[in-house]
């Protein structure tokens, strides 16, 4: 079992929140977590729901039933949030 410490930001304020600044969170887990369990470390720290989160690096949208190691994000990571 391996920590990973991941960096998550929303890179944008929310729409209809104008004075909102965008949010940065770190999170600890493991590597053989799935998206959906770091989801639901997010939400513990933002107050977001978890099924409102969509988690992504460029063009790819992380699915929720797949481990992070099988998309190769390791530690120090920084993922997209919106």
Do not use: F
């Not at 729901?49 to 530690?75: G, M, P, R, V």
């Amino acid at each position: 079992m391996t920590g990973l410490g991941v960096k998550v930001c929303s890179p944008l304020p929310p729409p209809r929140v104008p004075d909102a600044m965008p949010i940065a969170v770190r999170v600890k887990c493991d590597s053989e977590d799935t998206v959906g369990d770091l989801k639901k470390l997010i939400a513990a720290q933002t107050g977001t729901n978890a099924s409102k989160i969509q988690l992504k690096k460029w063009y790819t949208i992380y699915k929720d039933h797949i481990t992070l190691s099988d998309y190769e994000i390791h530690d120090g990571m920084s993922l997209e949030m919106y």
